[in-house]
């Protein structure tokens, strides 16, 4: 019998998720999606309703796995803050053609796409979205809700903090670390140690403001 999925976030992540169920281990029935933005209730996407907001979540039963697909990582975070006592099964989605080395630890509501490479000793904590073509070197660490857009290129040793929003094609040498909510800008090269609440541009990366997260 294949488990019910409802996923938070009729956007972008959320319609990969529902177009390509079939790129994941482990069978779901998709129910729909729950988002908060009025302008979507009573909409589909990729074929599925939009069922209702959010907080419709408590509709339904212990056991049922949700998928957060939400881009933003704060905006995540509050999210599965908001639900994480009930008793749902966050599964992670890796993309069937993904490379995870032996001896990479993945958490739990992880959503990876199709095209990324992760070396050994990796750890990805919960709930991290890795788009397309992401390839993290050995030992990297990225904290609970980080975002890495499509094309991210980490150097081995590469850590970061919880909520880091990472930019298309953004790049790190080894031993880089990246502090908590912090924004690093597209085409960006990361060479040495961004402070928390960071936002960071340009080759070679230049903090130019605090991010105010």
Not at 61 to 72: F, K, L, N
Not at 89 to 106: E, G, H, M, Y
Not at 153 to 176: K, P, Y
Not at 182 to 187: A, D, H, K, L, Y
Request: aromatic share 8%; proline share 4%; net charge positive.
């Amino acid at each position: 019998m294949k488990q019910k999925l409802v996923i938070i976030g009729a956007g972008n992540v959320g319609a990969f998720l529902a177009y390509n169920l079939e790129l994941f281990d482990g069978s779901y029935k998709l129910l729909g999606f729950l988002d908060d933005d009025p302008k979507k209730a009573g909409t589909s996407l990729a074929g599925y309703p939009v069922l209702g907001k959010v907080s419709d979540i408590h509709q339904y039963p212990a056991g049922t796995a949700v998928a957060v697909g939400i881009a933003a990582p704060l905006t995540r975070r509050r999210i599965v803050e908001e639900i994480m006592h009930l008793s749902f099964d966050f599964p992670s989605f890796i993309a069937r053609n993904a490379w995870l080395s032996k001896a990479v630890t993945v958490g739990k509501g992880v959503i990876i796409y199709p095209g990324v490479s992760i070396n050994y000793e990796s750890v990805l904590g919960d709930f991290v979205i890795m788009n397309m073509n992401c390839a993290l070197g050995h030992n990297a660490g990225i904290g609970n809700y980080c975002t890495l857009a499509p094309g991210v290129n980490f150097g081995g040793f590469t850590t970061l903090g919880e909520c880091v929003d990472v930019g298309i094609g953004a790049s790190t040498r080894q031993n880089t670390r990246i502090g908590s909510n912090s924004i690093i800008g597209g085409q960006s090269m990361v060479t040495g140690t961004v402070p928390e609440g960071s936002l960071l541009v340009g080759v070679p990366g230049k903090v130019v403001r605090g991010s105010g997260k």
